[in-house]
């Protein structure tokens, strides 16, 4: 028997998005970072991908269309959450260039974990977190 986890770590998050252009642009926007990666070209991408945070952890932007059949539209499922040194200061950030209020700023316990999540403008969830343990492994 191996042992070696099985779930090794979070390679990337795919987000679908009808216009993956301008699905792309409000990223850069929000994150301060453009894509590192786009394809067919960056006039008319199918897929972009960026590089964020300490680890480089993979966010792509795939086109609708390529989603598995029987894949769930709209927004719903797993929260994606991502690490942010000052989590009001990034969801009104968010909420100043479009998004919208998902699950409001909430303390989860006494141990300094707090979470939030916001809709981007074409309907999928941004879950945002501020974690002790993130930071403890930095």
Same mark, same amino acid.
């Given at each position: 028997?191996? $042992?070696?986890?099985? +779930? =090794?770590?979070?390679?990337?998050?795919?987000?679908?998005?009808?216009?993956?252009?301008?699905?792309?642009?409000?990223?850069?926007?929000? $994150?301060? #970072?453009?894509?590192?990666? !786009?394809?067919?070209?960056?006039?008319?991408?199918? %897929?972009?991908?960026?590089? /964020?945070?300490? =680890?480089?952890?993979?966010?792509?932007?795939?086109?609708?269309? %390529? +989603?598995? $059949?029987?894949?769930?539209?709209?927004?719903?499922? *797993?929260?994606?959450?991502?690490?942010?040194?000052? /989590?009001?200061?990034?969801?009104?950030?968010?909420?100043?260039?479009?998004?919208?209020?998902?699950?409001?700023?909430?303390? =989860?316990?006494?141990?300094?974990? #707090? $979470?939030?999540? *916001? +809709?981007?403008?074409?309907?999928?969830? +941004?879950?945002?977190?501020?974690?002790?343990? %993130? /930071?403890? !492994? =930095?």
């Amino acid at each position: 028997m191996s $042992t070696t986890p099985a +779930l =090794r770590g979070l390679a990337q998050i795919n987000i679908p998005a009808d216009d993956v252009a301008a699905t792309r642009d409000w990223y850069a926007r929000a $994150t301060g #970072v453009e894509p590192y990666f !786009q394809q067919p070209d960056s006039e008319a991408p199918a %897929y972009v991908e960026f590089r /964020l945070g300490d =680890r480089l952890n993979e966010l792509g932007i795939i086109a609708r269309r %390529y +989603l598995p $059949t029987g894949h769930a539209g709209g927004s719903g499922g *797993v929260i994606a959450r991502w690490h942010v040194d000052d /989590l009001e200061g990034m969801v009104a950030h968010l909420l100043d260039i479009g998004a919208t209020e998902h699950e409001p700023i909430t303390p =989860r316990g006494d141990e300094g974990f #707090v $979470t939030a999540s *916001v +809709l981007d403008p074409f309907g999928n969830i +941004l879950g945002l977190i501020h974690s002790p343990h %993130y /930071l403890e !492994q =930095r």
